[in-house]
């Protein structure tokens, strides 16, 4: 081995063709993409083997890095494996004539990768290097044909431990091999006599895989090729250059993951918003029981009486007044069939009016209107005129959806208005082979009852069995959800005539606890604001449920205030509690709907100051604590809302709240409403989770999604992927809560302030109902230290307790904060 150092110094020193300060061919650093830092130019693409795998960049010692961990395996052992991961492919000709060559890297395998023969750098017919404990293997020549040279040396370092730096010199007679790392020094690791020479060959050159079979799974960065032979003292320059340029790697600050702001709605209440409602303006005590909760809006309240709205108003508190889809009914005639009423009711195919299940005991008047009639819109809109006139600061309307609810139960509108407009509708939207082929010959006298009829859907319990199967089902469906579309949308170009201020909030009641374009997602983008009933079943009032809502409500940038339905007081609690925490107002639980059926309507909720008065002067003591602070996440959840896709996208987001994984879910619907996804939401995220497949999303959707992943700056994975696993790796773990499951933490951020404020929820329900389970000593870990800065001070604080001064327990891979004690809720408050 000492003769043949020497041999090979000797050449080096007299008959290789080597320059020192040699320029590389091909030099790829990637803080410019894939451009060519060589002399050669150009730039490489990335080629995906496996859907899903795809490459891209994450943050290395020296700036951004090739990441290659998307592979769903490290090399392989058979030569008819599938293809699987990704690389970078660069081609030039010039490449191909090289037969003495230097080759340089830094790479580091992922932990979480295991096998063997995967590929660092390749290039087709001519050459592959492979990764090796204490140095590298290459392989020079074609196919079988090739001759491989193991050029490991004494030591056994593994290559998951750290970057490592590669050097890899053939020249015309021999072939060696140098490592080194980030503070480790440059050695030899062994050289060999070359005994063949066909590396110069037609062929691209590939980053970080053989033939696509072959995948390298980890990071590559400073990726160069030489035209010559270099010599050591060449080597030893390019490795100490890179020494002295390494960085420690410093991933953004906590307080700079908020999440950008949509701007999608003019109008949101304040998070520190404490909303109260009592249903009807005759409740006298309603004003002293608004002032002890600290009450800042009343919202969702029927009358007109203007001493009641200045009374509210004079508080200083915002009111809102009431408007409903059976908007009139006082003037509907009492029996079931139309004819002869006047007031604009819904009629079904048998020219019936329509009652809701849920109001059959409400009164011999309670007939549902039709957005479509002239009569019905002249009466809604001049109540509203009525509530703007009396002084009220905003509007809801309750059973709002009109139209669009009951064309998807089977209990659609045929009114005459209903008729002629589904005619224009399809008119306009289809062509003479479409009519023909639903079934219409003369649009002109075309009458859907008369068709209905016609072809074997005599009456509306026929219909309401049938509609489904219907060919001008999707069609009639789609008519009615534009025209409540469109009703909302006159709605609101009135108001703003109306208004002192030329704008009128309106709210209406839903509430995002699933998603569905024909349901609650269809007017999201019509009104301002949402206020909604939880589920009447307490078994669906479930973490789950209040998580998902608060996280679909930010998606859409839209405020959402639940109205509960308490069916104990630790659950309202609980749900208070998730609800404030993810940046959304509850409302006071007094005077609340219970729910009714054939047998009545059940007696209204009132709760009290004992049950939940802490949690409101909480609320109101802290309002920095929600005013100003964003979600602060890294990872994206992407799901197309029109049809999220296979399994339950609430229960998926819910396990990553329980695995404590900070998330933003990013949404885009196209249907019925027009939410476009954020090219920013997708920027800002390191991992995005792909819920719904692109081709689900409209095309718009589709080419942001696109460019996200084509930028590489985002690493997108299916939702079966480990992401425990893929946060740890690229140090994206924020916090831990050491205490029982269903113990959750949602961290927010102010970016401005430097401060953060961590929500623990406590969603172990006490046997009795009235309480949480108590735990004592439970600890806080803030992971990932340097992203938290210095947590100059921490405080922890709780409804109905005094704060507690924290003592941070610091540690060189974590900051540690024992709380003494979490009931349903606590905050801890960092300041950096």
Known sequence: MRTLTRVFGLLLLSGWPVIAAEKPLVDFDFERGLQNGGTLGGAGQFKVYAPGEDAGYDSGPFGRCLDLTAASRHGGTGAKEPPTGSAVVFRHEALDKLDTFTLTLWAR??????????RLLSKENAWDLLPASGGAALALGPGATKVSYNLTGKTREKLEDRWRFTAVIVGPESVCAYVGGLG????????????????????????????????????????????????????????????????????APVFD??????????????????????????????PAIMDSFHTTQCLWVYGTQTNFIQQIKGKGIGNQ????????????????????????????????????????????????????????????????????????????????????S???????????HCRAGFREWLKTRCTPDKLRELGIADISAFDYREHLKRNGVPDAAAYKEKFRELPLTPQFTDFQVESMRAFFREFRKRLDEWSPKKYVPVSVNALLINLHANHNLCGIDVVDFLTGESSQNADYQTAAEYVFAAKAAEAFGITQVVSPIPRSTARTRAALATTYAMGQPHLVPWDIYMGSDATGIQPRYFGTREQYGAFYDFIYEHKTLFDGHESAAEVVVLANADAPG????????????????????????????????????????????????????????????????KSGLTRFVPPTADLAAITKLRGMELLRVEAPENVYAFPRVNRAQRSAAIHLVNWNLAPDGERSEIYRNVTLTLLQPQRWGKVASATYLQPGQKPVTLKPERHDDCVRLTLPRIETWGVVEIKE
């Open 109 to 118: 395998q992922s932990p979480l990768a295991h096998g063997t023969s995967a």
């Open 184 to 251: 480790q020094p440059l050695v030899l690791s062994a050289e060999k006599p070359r005994s063949e020479h066909k590396a110069a060959a037609r062929g691209d050159l590939l980053l970080g895989t053989f033939g696509g079979i072959r995948p390298f799974n980890g990071w590559l960065d400073r990726v160069r090729v030489f035209g010559t032979a270099l010599d050591e003292k060449a080597v030893r320059a390019i490795f100490d250059a890179d020494n002295a340029s390494a960085k420690q790697a410093r991933p």
């Open 257 to 286: 993951l908020a999440r950008p702001a949509a701007n999608t709605h003019r109008f949101h209440l304040k998070r520190s918003d404490i909303p109260f409602s009592t249903r009807w303006q005759k409740r006298t005590e309603a």
């Open 321 to 404: 007044g009431t408007l409903n889809g059976l908007q009139g009914q006082e003037h509907s005639t009492t029996n079931r069939s139309a004819r002869g009423d006047t007031s604009g009711r819904h009629e079904d195919l048998d020219g019936n009016k329509n009652t809701p299940h849920w109001m059959v005991t409400f009164g011999p008047k309670t007939f549902t209107g039709c957005c479509n009639h002239p009569a019905f819109r002249k009466l809604f809109f001049d109540a509203a005129k009525r509530l703007v006139d009396a002084g009220v600061d905003m509007l809801h309307v309750d059973d709002w959806a009109m139209n669009a």
């Open 406 to 416: 009951w064309v998807m139960s089977g209990a659609a509108c045929f009114c005459e």
């Open 646 to 709: 296979k399994g339950s996208l609430s229960q998926f987001c819910k396990q990553l709240a329980r695995q404590q994984i900070p998330f933003h879910l990013v949404l885009g619907a196209s249907q019925s409403a027009r939410v476009p996804v954020r090219a920013a939401d997708l920027r800002a995220a390191r991992v995005v989770v792909e819920f719904s497949a692109a081709d689900t999303f409209c095309e718009e959707d589709q080419k942001t999604i696109q460019a996200a992943r």
